[in-house]
């Protein structure tokens, strides 16, 4: 079984904000692949289904995202769940709104329900980072993150959404590589590299010039010939 964990903070007041991405993650994954209801346990938000072969647990922590380790670790140790079948999706102040890694280890840099998750499991799980951007200044960022997405980001969020949904199920299957082409495929869509010539005109045909008029036949007489000669 595979654990894939949504970070975010539990209410209606925070369910637009860009610190809750990873909830919307998980929610159009079980949205579009038919899981079955949410369920509290764990101290959050559970439901179960498939992708492919894989069964899969997803998990919403309810604990504010401060705490949200403890629904990790709570929800592990029950389903026996290994470290390196669990995979985060969370909010990445370092990449561009709209860009999306995969990571397995490392710091947390920051974030406090990396730092939570840590705390309780070690850092050897998979995450899924989303970028949402950064507001340029590490004051303005308590206030960024808890702070809705505008009007402007709405395309680029429901691109990103859709391409983590349309890469779950090899995601699940630990292709990640076929995972980050399913979302580039929504967020950066190939270009064609021919582009569409417009056909030429076809040439003009060469000017043909008019024939010269032909000379009227001469029907006088000899004599008047012999006449108009000598005028």
């Known amino acids: 079984m595979r654990l894939f964990v949504g970070l975010g903070n539990p209410g209606a007041k925070y369910a637009r904000n860009r610190h809750n991405i990873g909830f919307m993650a998980v929610d159009r994954i079980a949205e579009d692949h038919g899981f079955g209801p949410w369920r509290g346990k764990f101290q959050g938000q559970v439901s179960e289904g498939r992708l492919g072969m894989e069964k899969v647990l997803l998990l919403k922590p309810e604990t504010y995202m401060n705490l949200s380790g403890n629904s990790v670790s709570a929800a592990a140790q029950f389903y026996k769940i290994g470290i390196e079948d669990i995979i985060v999706f969370h909010d990445e102040?370092?990449?561009?709104?709209g860009k999306c890694r995969f990571k397995t280890g490392g710091g947390h840099a920051g974030h406090n329900g990396l730092?939570?998750?840590?705390s309780q499991i070690g850092d050897k799980y998979h995450r899924v980072r989303m970028g949402i951007g950064h507001p340029g200044h590490k004051d303005a960022v308590s206030h960024y993150v808890l702070?809705?997405?505008?009007?402007?980001?709405?395309?680029?969020?429901?691109?990103?959404?859709?391409?983590?949904?349309?890469g779950a199920k090899v995601?699940?299957?630990g292709q990640t590589g076929k995972f980050l082409n399913a979302v580039a495929l929504r967020t950066?869509?190939?270009?064609?590299?021919?582009?569409?010539?417009?056909?030429?005109?076809?040439?003009?045909?060469?000017?043909?010039?008019?024939?010269e008029p032909e000379a009227a036949p001469d029907s006088r007489s000899p004599l008047q010939k012999l006449v108009d000669k000598f005028k």
């Open 188 to 211: 950066a869509p190939p270009r064609s590299s021919t582009s569409e010539k417009k056909p030429e005109p076809a040439p003009k045909p060469a000017s043909t010039p008019e024939p």
């Open 147 to 166: 702070h809705d997405f505008s009007k402007a980001d709405q395309e680029w969020l429901d691109d990103l959404l859709r391409g983590i949904s349309d």
């Open 115 to 118: 730092r939570s998750i840590h």
């Open 93 to 97: 102040l370092d990449l561009a709104p």
């Open 171 to 173: 995601l699940a299957e």
